[in-house]
């Protein structure tokens, strides 16, 4: 079975950057799309940003010009580049991997999170 786990979360200030990181193992990383999810206490779990085996990249609205997805596939290793941050981007942040990632229901695996905190 695949496993991701999840490095990089922490606490900032407003206006501050944060790079997450998703080190993937077993067969996750052939999966056709790995994203980002977030859960801010008291809400649903949102989709942040994916990336799919055509090089397609998705982000939500809030996140859009402020973050950016990547990965290194020598490395097995997906990227969350976070600038701009804002005390709403405060969350736990979920790296996934499924047959699609604009929802949870196309998820097959999850990380165990990674918290992120923004103060203003």
């Known amino acids: 079975q695949g496993q991701l786990v999840e490095s990089g979360g922490g606490s900032v200030q407003a206006g501050g950057s944060l790079r997450l990181s998703c080190a993937a193992s077993g067969y996750t990383y052939s999966n056709y799309c790995m994203g980002w999810f977030r859960q801010a206490p008291g809400k649903e779990r949102e989709g942040v940003a994916s990336i799919y085996t055509t090089g397609y990249t998705y982000y939500a609205d809030s996140v859009k010009g402020r973050f950016t997805i990547s990965q290194d596939n020598a490395k097995n290793t997906l990227y969350l580049q976070m600038n701009s941050l804002k005390p709403e981007d405060t969350a736990m942040y979920y790296c996934?991997?499924?047959?699609?990632?604009?929802?949870?229901?196309?998820?097959?695996?999850w990380g165990q999170g990674t918290q992120v905190t923004v103060s203003s």
């Open positions: 996934a991997a499924g047959g699609y990632c604009y929802s949870e229901g196309g998820i097959n695996t």
